[in-house]
T-cell receptor, first 114, second 114 residues
Framework: DSGVTQTPKHLITATGQRVTLRCSPRSGDLSVYWYQQSLDQGLQFLIQYYNGEERAKGNILERFSAQQFPDLHSELNLSSLELGDSALYFC?????????????FGEGSWLTVV | AQSVTQLGSHVSVSEGALVLLRCNYSSSVPPYLFWYVQYPNQGLQLLLKYTSAATLVKGINGFEAEFKKSETSFHLTKPSAHMSDAAEYFCAVSESTSDYKLSFGAGTTVTVRA
């Protein structure tokens, strides 16, 4: 158990709909990351938040948005869903700095768009 | 810009044989390098990481990797494969020294033959 909790684990929705994926980071971790794993694109970084503020953006579509709340949990909002958005969405958390710290990944939220 | 190339999308080894997974990186700055393992229906687990200290890095479960700057490589090895090593393995690179904005390779699936 990584200590990172993601809900829901599985989600099936129709094209054009909107969904929200939720992530609770490990206790004490201020950074939250979202990654997408799909057959077409592989694993790619979407966005990072640090202590409530957006810190870095990757290949995140404009239809997608995220936020981190004062209690440090994060939500990834996916709207106007397309078939190609079907993927496994990972949340991860870490303390600041790479050398002495590790990033911990949740088990992911499987999104299927039909 | 940073990127990772994993040579071989699928590797099959006999139990007790050497496991060698190849990773080459491209980075404009001294990189931080990582190997992750993903078991079916699970999140990503860190095997080991290189953060500019010793070039030979030892990780969990008997894995190790050697950073070779001249070859821009970070190959993962394990002397003796075990059935439990069957999984997908990802090499990743980060140019940031403070955040886990990772670029992942396409992954290598390892199967272990009895």
């Amino acid at each position: 158990d990584s200590g990172v909790t993601q809900t829901p684990k599985h989600l099936i929705t129709a094209t054009g709909q909107r969904v929200t994926l939720r992530c609770s980071p490990r206790s004490g971790d201020l950074s939250v990351y979202w990654y997408q794993q799909s057959l077409d694109q592989g694993l790619q970084f979407l966005i990072q938040y640090y202590n409530g503020e957006e810190r870095a953006k990757g290949n995140i579509l404009e239809r997608f948005s995220a936020q981190q709340f004062p209690d440090l949990h994060s939500e990834l909002n996916l709207s106007s869903l397309e078939l190609g958005d079907s993927a496994l969405y990972f949340c991860a958390s870490s303390s600041q700095g790479l050398s002495g710290n590790t990033i911990y990944f949740g088990e992911g939220s499987w999104l299927t768009v039909v | 810009a940073q990127s990772v190339t994993q040579l071989g999308s699928h590797v099959s080894v006999s139990e007790g044989a050497l496991v060698l997974l190849r990773c080459n990186y491209s980075s404009s700055v001294p990189p931080y390098l990582f190997w992750y393992v993903q078991y079916p229906n699970q999140g990503l687990q860190l095997l080991l990481k290189y953060t500019s200290a010793a070039t030979l890095v030892k990780g969990i479960n008997g894995f190790e990797a050697e950073f070779k700057k001249s070859e821009t490589s970070f190959h993962l090895t394990k002397p003796s494969a075990h059935m439990s090593d069957a999984a997908e393995y990802f090499c990743a690179v980060s140019e940031s020294t403070s955040d886990y904005k990772l670029s992942f390779g396409a992954g290598t699936t390892v199967t272990v033959r009895a």
